[in-house]
């Protein structure tokens, strides 16, 4: 018993007692169409997720990190979007891994998008319908 469950009288959260479902997330950008996408065909199938602006509340280098563990990839380029203007201003090219997840971290609008995470599973919604995928 910890000072906490003797304290409250609660017995203590473990990791094994935590629940392992979380709700279903989706990465968006509203002003995108493809994002705008995803979203009509979760409402379509009456399925609610967590939307998450992430250029209202950029992403930590840990929760891109997570992210890319989900989605099974090991270059952060792979969630990227390289053709943005940042991209390139940035010289991004031959950056390594910690620099490419700073950059993310500090201009958003390097990360692609919808991507869409249910439980220890992740896709990048392009097209739209790989939500399709995770349901």
Do not use: W
């Not at 002003?31 to 399925?47: F, G, H, M, T």
């Not at 930590?60 to 990839?73: D, I, K, Q, R």
């Amino acid at each position: 018993m910890t000072d906490e469950s003797a304290r409250t009288g609660q017995p203590e959260e473990t990791k094994e007692s935590r629940p392992t479902t979380q709700a279903p997330r989706l990465y968006v950008n509203p002003s995108c169409s493809k994002c705008r996408s995803a979203v009509a065909i979760l409402a379509e199938l009456n399925l609610e997720a967590e939307q998450v602006r992430y250029l209202d509340t950029p992403p930590t280098v840990a929760e891109l990190e997570h992210l890319m563990e989900l989605l099974g990839f090991d270059d952060p380029r792979q969630m990227m979007r390289t053709g943005e203007p940042e991209y390139a201003e940035l010289r991004l090219d031959e950056a390594p891994r910690a620099e490419l997840l700073e950059a993310i971290t500090k201009h958003p609008i390097l990360l692609e998008r919808p991507i869409f995470v249910v439980g220890d599973r992740a896709v990048i919604a392009r097209p739209p319908e790989r939500l399709h995928e995770l349901v």
